[in-house]
């Protein structure tokens, strides 16, 4: 494969019927995957690179029926095509991120009139064992945000937000420790079909 520009010979194995669309598109995916420094995707976590990939592949498969060979390689057009579907996903994910907020903080049983009485517990003494749980309304959604950011949860806030969620500490702890579990059994997942990946292309080479 040309190291220089990798999606040309990819792309011109493809149209001369070398490769099927599907073995086209796991190379093109297992390339990205690979290679986030050709792409500006280095910045995104490892997690939210695989984000994105599904995010973006629809354009790709839209960037692969419009490109022509009009002087600008093939990996030129995708990197570009990749900067603009970076910024709309990062758009997305922002707004994601403010009304996970805005959920966060919105007031228990607030109209839309007067001071909003902040969902967040009471942090002047964080350590603090003895202190009064807050107690909110929705702690369904409080829960969902709590263990979508399982990531950035220490022992001792997934308690204070246990007891104000009116649940046993320990029942959070571990339903936070079983997809941390869960998460890292898919990252296996996801690092053996890589290295299948790369051992098939390897095999096609020799």
């Known amino acids: 494969m040309d190291t220089v520009n990798p999606m040309d010979t990819l792309l011109r194995e493809f149209r001369a019927g070398q490769l099927?669309?599907?073995?086209?598109?796991?190379?093109?995916?297992?390339?990205?995957?690979?290679?986030?420094?050709?792409?500006?995707?280095?910045?995104?976590?490892p997690e939210d690179r695989m984000d994105f990939i599904s995010f973006y592949f629809p354009r790709f498969r839209k960037a692969l029926e419009n490109y022509r060979n009009t002087g600008h390689s093939f990996d030129a057009y995708i990197h570009r095509s990749i900067q603009f579907a970076l910024r709309d996903y990062r758009k997305e994910e922002q707004l994601k991120h403010e009304e996970?907020?805005?959920?966060?903080?919105?007031?228990?049983?607030?109209?839309g009139t007067g001071e909003a009485n902040c969902l967040v517990l009471d942090m002047e003494d964080p350590y603090d064992q003895n202190d009064t749980a807050t107690r909110v309304r929705n702690p369904r959604q409080v829960l969902l945000l709590t263990l979508k950011a399982y990531r950035y949860i220490s022992p001792d806030f997934a308690q204070r937000v246990a007891r104000s969620l009116g649940i046993e500490p320990g029942k959070l702890e571990q339903w936070i420790h079983e997809i941390r579990l869960r998460r890292a059994k898919i990252d296996e997942r996801i690092?053996?079909?890589?290295?299948?990946?790369?051992?098939?292309y390897i095999k096609k080479l020799r």
């Open 191 to 200: 690092d053996a079909l890589q290295a299948s990946i790369q051992l098939c």
């Open 20 to 45: 099927t669309r599907p073995e086209f598109e796991r190379k093109v995916i297992a390339h990205l995957v690979d290679n986030p420094h050709r792409f500006s995707l280095k910045l995104l976590h």
């Open 100 to 111: 996970e907020l805005r959920l966060w903080h919105q007031s228990e049983g607030s109209s």
